[in-house]
């Protein structure tokens, strides 16, 4: 399985950007995926994950503000993010994993697959 990355950029404070992963591979519809975002000096940490039946998942700092979703017909996992703030400044990851347990969503260590990254850049 790979993963491609896209849609990082730079924007403003209170923009918004979507960010897309495309996927290769089969059973995409029964994967987890998830997002990920790691900022200069910090650890990478969980933002938002969609599991096999639709069901989503999103860490406290960036629910209400972003929208995981994904294309079965396409193979594709999207970030929609909206309110950006100066502290989403990251490099987002896509990832993926066809076994992760619900508790395990916010482990990176966990997801079996990973995307290269594309840098969103929040200005204030």
């Known amino acids: 399985v790979q993963l491609q990355a896209s849609g990082g950029g730079l924007v403003q404070a209170g923009d918004s950007l979507r960010l897309s992963c495309a996927t290769s591979g089969r059973s995409f519809s029964s994967y987890v995926w998830g997002w990920f975002r790691q900022a200069p000096g910090k650890e990478r940490e969980f933002v938002a994950a969609?599991?096999?039946?639709?069901?989503?998942i999103y860490a406290d700092s960036v629910k209400g503000r972003f929208t995981i979703s994904r294309s079965n017909a396409n193979k594709m996992v999207y970030l929609q993010m909206t309110g950006l703030r100066p502290e989403d400044t990251a490099v987002y990851y896509c990832?993926?994993?066809?076994?992760?347990?619900?508790?395990?969503?916010?482990?990176?260590?966990?997801?079996?697959?990973w995307g290269q990254g594309t840098l969103v850049t929040v200005s204030s």
């Open positions: 990832a993926g994993d066809p076994r992760i347990i619900l508790s395990s969503v916010y482990t990176a260590a966990r997801y079996e697959y």
């Open positions: 969609i599991r096999g039946g639709g069901s989503t």
